[in-house]
């Protein structure tokens, strides 16, 4: 059973198209978060919710916006995408906050057009 | 803001030899963590670490936390060890902090 998964893998769109990445994780966490990996392969934190409360916002833009509809999920939706929008976004999630273990998705490899 | 830097940027060894990545920070921290990510671009955790020092099979890592570095070491390196490994801080409230990672090779 995959602990945490993403849906799509892989996702190519035209500039200004709005679309959705879709996260589960079966693990009974309470702790999830974005994360973008850019060209460079760096890491940087996006969005983290705990217990369907939003705890950090690491300055994105407001076209990117996640939505928990319950503890297991958490979503990403983006709007008018632009090209330095490509990247790898990984889903994780941690029994209760950044001091625990990281559990990661698979990515989706996000690619603009 | 913390800075996180990982040395060396990249590596590549012979199989069997020890290896050792290092990081280092410039804030306190409440936990550091050490991820592999392998070619195919999934990535796992390897350690969290708050204090002393962690084992798991050939991978060792420890953290000293006043002098503000954790080192990552593999021994008996093996080809399957080649990937990406990345250090990350949590000062424990704006979620973690990456380092640029250490592309590691194994050459058999």
């Known amino acids: 059973d995959t602990a945490v998964s993403q849906t799509p893998k892989y996702l190519v769109t035209q500039m200004g198209n709005d679309k959705s990445i879709k996260c589960e994780q079966n693990?009974?966490?309470?702790?999830m978060y974005w994360y973008k990996q850019d060209s460079k392969k760096f890491l940087k934190i996006m969005f983290s919710?705990?217990?369907?409360?939003?705890?950090i916002n690491e300055t994105v833009p407001n076209r990117f916006s996640p939505k928990s509809p319950d503890k297991a999920h958490l979503n990403l939706h983006i709007n008018s995408l632009e090209l330095g929008d490509s990247a790898v976004y990984f889903c994780a999630s941690s029994q209760r906050g950044t001091q625990e273990t990281q559990y990661f998705g698979p990515g989706t490899r996000l690619l603009v057009l | 803001k913390n800075e996180v830097e990982q040395s060396p940027q990249n590596l590549t060894a012979q199989e069997g030899e020890f290896i050792t990545i290092n990081c280092s920070y410039s804030?306190?921290?409440?936990?550091l963590h050490w991820l592999q990510q392998h070619p195919g671009g999934g990535i796992v955790s390897l350690f969290m670490l708050s204090s002393g020092k962690k084992k798991h099979g050939r991978l060792i890592a420890t953290i000293n936390i006043q002098e503000k570095h954790s080192s990552l070491h593999i021994t008996a390196s093996h080809p399957r060890d080649s990937a990406v490994y990345i250090c990350?801080?949590?000062?424990?409230?704006?979620?973690?902090?990456f380092g640029k990672g250490t592309h590691l090779i194994i050459q058999p």
């Open positions: 919710y705990n217990n369907k409360e939003l705890i």
């Open positions: 693990l009974g966490h309470d702790t």
């Open positions: 804030v306190g921290i409440s936990a």
């Open positions: 990350a801080v949590d000062p424990g409230a704006d979620g973690l902090t």
